[in-house]
């Protein structure tokens, strides 16, 4: 009797080490990884025991460095507001993340659809354009919110202050609100309202079903969101540094940047600070994988079909809509209009009739003619595009060994490949600062625009292989066999099926990525030492910091200009796939 012919699935899908070409991929994406993320972060942890800077000869190996953090007073402070600015911001961002969800997805709130937008748009606004923009509301003497009290009742300083713990905390709240309102919007959409229906059938009153049922419910959910925008929110520089610093009110991200502007660099103190704020943010993404873990304990969706339930508000249907419209007014309209309006003058002016008079786009044409302006808007268009492309093509890269190889070698390049949302931005700017000079002979980047990419496409790898992951988890193996059947190669089947199937999901995090590489800043306050690796956001930086308000506001609106046009341009690309 003749032998059944054993039938196999294709080799592309067996497990790593089936391969010698799968082996080499694997072997050099873990040596890359190891080179982009491992190595940064392990010369930060040396320079933290060393006795000297990178700059300097010699040195030896020291405790000195803790010792010195740990017994100074102000080390325990500097916990003290950043943990309270953490939690305090993520706090008042969950309130109005969770709220504007809610309104959007479960009831019959007028203009939902433009709410929606709205957070996708103000979401993309740089951080430090928003800070400016308080700034110049919250004044004490000039502030347009302390103007019915300095103007109108004649006293010396309003009721309102910019440069104390609890603005920064407020004004970074309203700021992670829209990114808490996308992570958390899905929840809504997804979840079975047979629990809320339930509790409406027994009694219960339209708040009393959202605090008791619909909560609950969701609190896995919302402890994933809460803990990862947290861990996030320790590393943030730009509202703590235009708010923050000219008040004495510092967090790890600002004392840090200030330990290497004095001379000589204090890099002892900057680098034992880099590393405790890393290990803050590993603790806070262990506690988050713990917390997703248990996740599918409180599932409610399952496989039996379900259709959500609109709320009916009823008399509260014109509040709802006014809060929407207030939103927008608040996230939008008002810091978009104080920017402009101070760009158009030198020097700051009370908003009245006669300052208008006196208002111009001089700030504007002397950008035009200003060398520097166009050299950091060639950068800045160098890392939106280079950035987001690599970034997105090597997450699916990793994804696909991760998700279909699942063997431990790609587990451990997924690790890897996360560990770069454990450091706060501005600790991997100083990581990178350090293995700059210790490259320098070899690979002389330090003073280009390709450090700064470098040390981004790090960064927000992370992000980009949270994308990919989800997404090839979602894509059938059916059409890449078909393909290896065909006698296509694993990477033809890759590029030539699986990039493509992946085209949606990798569109929304080239978009993701791009908005947050071109506004990032405290990466590029440290690696941009030349005028020809400046990008827009360190321009504008310098010219705040030098006093120059209006060319700083200029510079803040060329870069939300360039930011919306990205996200029109994602938006129609997406609509257009969709079809």
């Known amino acids: 009797m003749a032998a059944t012919p054993s039938t196999s699935r294709p080799s592309i899908f067996l497990r790593v080490g089936s391969d010698p070409q799968e082996l080499a991929m694997l072997g050099g994406l873990g040596i890359f990884l190891v080179l982009l993320v491992l190595l940064p972060l392990g010369i930060l942890l040396f320079y933290s025991f060393w006795s000297t800077g990178p700059a300097d000869s010699g040195g030896s190996f020291t405790f000195a460095n803790y010792t010195e953090t740990f017994l ?11 943990l309270i600015f953490a939690v305090g911001s993520v706090v008042i961002g969950l309130i109005f993340g969770i709220s504007l969800a809610w309104l959007i997805e479960r009831t019959n709130a007028p203009f939902r659809n433009f709410a929606f937008v709205i957070a996708i748009v103000t979401a993309g606004m740089p951080p430090l354009i928003f800070a400016m923009a308080w700034v110049f509301l919250l004044n004490p003497r000039t502030g347009i919110l302390n103007m019915p009290f300095t103007q109108w009742l004649g006293w010396d300083e309003g009721i309102f202050a910019p440069y104390n713990l609890g603005t920064l905390i407020v004004v970074e709240g309203f700021r992670l609100t829209p990114t808490i309102f996308l992570m958390i919007v899905g929840l809504f959409r997804s979840m079975d309202p047979a629990l809320e229906e339930a509790a409406a059938a027994s009694g219960a009153g339209l708040f009393t079903t959202l605090r008791k049922v619909t909560l609950p419910v969701m609190l896995p959910g919302l402890l994933g969101v809460t803990i990862f925008v947290g861990t996030a929110t320790i590393g943030i520089f730009e509202i703590p540094a235009i708010l923050g610093m000219p008040g004495g009110v510092h967090v790890f991200a600002t004392r840090i940047y200030l330990a290497l502007q004095q001379l000589p660099a204090n890099y002892g103190l900057a680098t034992s600070l880099g590393t405790i704020a890393a290990m803050l943010g590993l603790i806070g993404i262990l506690a988050y994988h713990r917390v997703t873990r248990v996740a599918q304990r409180f599932a409610t969706v399952t496989g039996k079909g379900f259709r959500p339930r609109t709320i009916d508000l009823g008399a509260w249907r014109k509040v709802a809509g006014g809060a929407i419209i207030f939103y927008f007014v608040v996230m939008v309209v008002v810091p978009v209009a104080v920017v402009f309006y101070v760009s158009l003058f030198e020097y700051y002016r009370v908003p009245s009739l006669t300052a208008f008079q006196a208002a111009s786009f001089n700030a504007y044409r ?51 490949a996360f560990l770069p949302f454990t450091a706060p931005s501005i600790v991997f700017g100083l990581a990178f600062l350090l293995i700059a000079f210790w490259i320098d002979g070899i690979l002389p980047i330090y003073g280009t625009i390709w450090i700064i990419a470098i040390a981004h496409i790090s960064r927000f790898l992370p992000f980009g292989t949270r994308t990919t992951n989800g997404a090839m988890f979602q894509l059938h193996r059916e059409l890449e066999e078909a393909g290896a059947v065909s006698g296509a190669g694993w990477l033809t089947v890759f590029r030539m099926i699986t990039l493509r199937l992946l085209i949606p999901s990798l569109l929304a995090g080239w978009l993701w990525v791009a908005v947050h590489s071109g506004r990032e ?17 360190a321009l504008s930086w310098s010219r705040w910091e030098n006093g120059r308000i209006d060319d700083a506001a200029a510079l803040g609106m060329v870069l939300m200009g360039i930011m919306a046009v990205f996200i029109i341009v994602a938006r129609v690309l997406t609509l257009k796939l969709s079809k």
């Open 72 to 82: 100074t007073a102000s080390t325990y402070r500097l916990l003290f507001n950043t």
């Open 366 to 416: 002397g950008l035009i003619h200003e060398e520097q302006f166009w050299i950091a808007l060639k950068n800045s268009l160098i890392i939106i595009t280079v950035v987001p492309i690599s970034v997105m093509l090597l997450s699916a890269l990793i994804s696909w060994f991760v998700v279909r190889k699942k063997g431990r070698g790609s587990g451990l390049l997924d690790s890897i």
């Open 521 to 537: 800043l405290s990466i590029a306050l440290l690696l941009a030492s030349t005028r020809d690796n400046q990008i827009l956001s």
